[in-house]
């Protein structure tokens, strides 16, 4: 079969998925494979099946179907799991929908100056500074405006 000839394969001259390629993608889809491993099940390249996807809305619907079929079960899963009590489901859960209330990267904004304090004197153990004085005493400490 000449390359130019395998669109044959999954489509009616009309353009529409076949029945039988309809139902290979959606399976496909909603068993979770990513655009790459399905043009390798159809033995296409992923630029053919992009094009495919822009060319033919029949095959892009049936792709769309497939993957948010996949999504949705996971995602009832996981909020399953969640109501279940799996602090995991909750935690990816509430960071997934809810990104500003529980996201682990917080931006802090500060306008102003800062005063730094910084000593070249070490505090020991015994909390005795490497000077031999106590933490009270005013050693050698610097403070500089940033």
């Not at 990513?34 to 996807?53: C, F, G, P, Y």
């Not at 995991?88 to 529980?102: Q, S, V």
């Not at 106590?134 to 050693?139: H, M, P």
């Amino acid at each position: 079969m000449r390359k130019s000839d395998k669109w044959r394969i999954w489509f009616q001259a009309s353009g529409e998925l076949t029945p039988d390629g309809q139902a290979l993608i959606l399976g496909w889809a909603r068993r979770g494979l990513i655009d790459e491993q399905i043009a390798a099940n159809m033995a296409i390249s992923l630029s053919t099946l992009k094009n495919w996807k822009r060319k033919h809305p029949s095959f892009f619907n049936a792709l769309r179907i497939g993957k948010d079929v996949a999504d949705y079960m996971v995602e009832n899963a996981l909020f399953k799991r969640a109501l279940e009590g799996d602090t995991t489901a909750m935690i990816f859960w509430l960071k997934n929908r809810r990104p500003k209330e529980y996201r682990d990267k917080h931006e802090i904004e500060q306008n102003g100056t800062m005063n730094l304090v910084y000593s070249d004197v070490a505090i020991l153990d015994d909390g005795t500074d490497s000077n031999g004085e106590t933490e009270t005493d005013a050693g050698n400490v610097d403070t500089e405006t940033v």
